[in-house]
Nanobody, 114 residues
Framework: QVQLVESGGGLVQAGGSLRLSCAAS????????MGWYRQAPGKQRELVAR???????NYADSVKGRFTISRDNAKNTVYLQMNSLKPEDTAVYYC????????WGKGTLVTVSS
């Protein structure tokens, strides 16, 4: 069973930065894609950033230029560097991986104060 464990969430002031990590229980290059989703209170879960097996990335329009997704194959870890954080970035952030099935982490809370 694939396990994804997120870390790095917390409370930060607007304009600040956080880096989220997602550690996978198996080699990340076995996944077709990995990404980060978020869900704010009362809202649907949405894609934030995704990295495909060939290294291509895509981002939600709301985070372009502020967030960067990256991976370290040797550490089986995917990162989300979040800069210039805004209060509207407040949400639970979930790591996602896809191979023959969808896998989700339990989430990490990011709170951005104004």
């Amino acid at each position: 069973q694939v396990q994804l464990v997120e870390s790095g969430g917390g409370l930060v002031q607007a304009g600040g930065s956080l880096r989220l990590s997602c550690a996978a229980s198996e080699r990340i290059f076995s996944f077709s894609a990995m990404g980060w989703y978020r869900q704010a209170p009362g809202k649907q879960r949405e894609l934030v950033a995704r990295i495909i097996i060939d290294g291509r990335t895509n981002y939600a329009d709301s985070v372009k230029g502020r967030f960067t997704i990256s991976r370290d194959n040797a550490k089986n870890t995917v990162y989300l560097q979040m800069n210039s954080l805004k209060p509207e970035d407040t949400a639970v952030y979930y790591c996602h991986a896809f191979s023959t099935a969808n896998y989700w982490g339990k989430g990490t809370l990011v709170t951005v104060s104004s």
